[in-house]
């Protein structure tokens, strides 16, 4: 099992930044196990959407609406990725997810959530 624990949400004014991290911790295997870490986010009255992908090789994957504004980074030796998020706009405001998936053991983790909130 593997457990995602979220940390670096808040309140920022329109055009400043945030860095998100997300720490995996479990057994060694089912953490080696993992093949893609993201982030995925959910506004108000909305579906849940994709905003970044990082695979084990480093390559990464973003939504269009976060292209050029968010980073995707991930450290392997602590076992934690995190998002850089500058030029924050209103509507990223949403609930920010971790997601680890592993194909290998066909499982899809979650964090539980982080608020991030840009006001105007």
């Known amino acids: 099992q593997v457990q995602l624990v979220e940390s670096g949400g808040g309140l920022v004014q329109a055009g400043g930044s945030l860095r998100l991290s997300c720490a995996a911790s479990g057994s060694i295997f089912s953490i080696n196990a993992i093949n893609v870490m993201g982030w995925y986010r959910r506004a108000p009255g909305k579906q849940r959407e994709l905003v970044a992908t990082?695979?084990?090789?480093?390559?990464?994957n973003y939504a269009d609406s976060v292209k050029g504004r968010f980073t995707i980074s991930r450290d392997n030796a602590k076992n934690t990725v995190y998002l850089q998020m500058d030029s924050l706009k209103p509507e990223d405001t949403a609930v920010y997810y971790c997601?680890?998936?592993?194909?290998?053991?066909?499982?899809?983790?979650w964090g539980q959530g982080t608020q991030v909130t840009v006001s105007s």
């Open positions: 990082i695979v084990s090789g480093g390559s990464t």
């Open positions: 997601n680890a998936l592993s194909r290998l053991l066909s499982t899809n983790y």
